[in-house]
């Protein structure tokens, strides 16, 4: 099974779209969908509601996301970037994304419409739309931050739910100030990958050809802990 850039979305599902999908689900059947995910390794569900805007902008006609989220190993995360490294992260990637259609399959074997957004399709910026959720923050490193880790990969799938709990405001608001007044990433980068807007340069990051983590790695985000930051952020405001 392989994700790849450019590609269709791969088809694995073992389940068909209803004809005519349900919009409500239950409370058990949530909890059965949370439940499943955690049994197939993720570490937590977020849910977005595509707002108007946000369609319009990058063209797509779904509004409801459930966005899987996975830890990624620290072990790997930790090795000195290389071609293997690459490589290792992407087997991993792949393997996480197989368990995907089978959540999506419950969804679909329960009566709702569920298909994956190819998270390698860049026709829509997953960061953008996982922005949607109310539940993350993008950083300056260009990662997204969920209070789960920094080391979180995630897949989003559009459900024909209409009823999923969605957060309706942003409480990770103050992580922006906070990154802003950091810059850690930008001054150990090892390739020199920020340009003068501190914007992230796809050409000379190394993250995806060789697996550079380097500016993960040295984020308090990911060394400390989403709470660990935020309670010193807060004492820091307070004096
Ligand atoms: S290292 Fe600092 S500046 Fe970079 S993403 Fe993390 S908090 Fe933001
Ligand atoms: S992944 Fe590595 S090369 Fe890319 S921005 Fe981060 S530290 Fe720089």
Redesign the pocket.
């Known amino acids: 099974m392989r994700f790849q850039y450019h590609k269709p979305v791969p088809d694995f599902y073992k389940v068909d779209n209803p004809k005519e999908p349900l919009t409500n689900i239950s409370d058990s059947q949530l909890e059965k969908l949370n439940s499943l995910a955690i049994e197939y390794g993720c570490c937590g569900v977020s849910y977005a509601k595509l707002s108007d805007e946000f369609k319009r902008e990058w063209d797509v006609d779904y509004d409801n996301v459930v966005i899987f989220k996975f830890l990624m190993a620290d072990d790997f995360l930790e090795c000195e970037p290389s071609r293997q490294k690459a490589v290792a992260l992407d087997r991993e990637f792949q393997e996480i994304g197989e368990n995907v259609f089978k959540l999506a399959d419950y969804l679909r074997n329960e009566g709702f419409m569920a298909c994956l957004i190819n998270p390698l399709d860049d026709k829509v910026s997953l960061r953008a739309l996982v922005m949607q959720s109310n539940d993350c923050e993008i950083?300056?490193?260009n990662?997204c931050l969920f209070k789960e880790g920094l080391n979180v990969s995630f897949f989003p799938i559009f459900t024909s739910i209409e009823n999923l709990p969605f957060k309706q405001e942003n409480d990770m608001q103050w992580v922006s100030k906070?990154?802003g007044s950091?810059?850690?990433?930008?001054r150990r980068c090892p390739n020199k990958a920020f340009d003068d807007d501190e914007r992230v340069l796809g050409k000379v990051c190394t993250a995806h050809s060789e697996g550079c983590s380097d500016?993960l790695l040295?984020?308090?985000?990911y060394k400390k802990g989403y709470d660990e930051v935020k309670k010193e952020y807060e004492r820091r405001m307070k004096v």
Do not use: A, H
């Open positions: 950083l300056r490193s990662m906070y990154c950091c810059g850690k990433c930008i500016c040295v984020c308090p985000f």
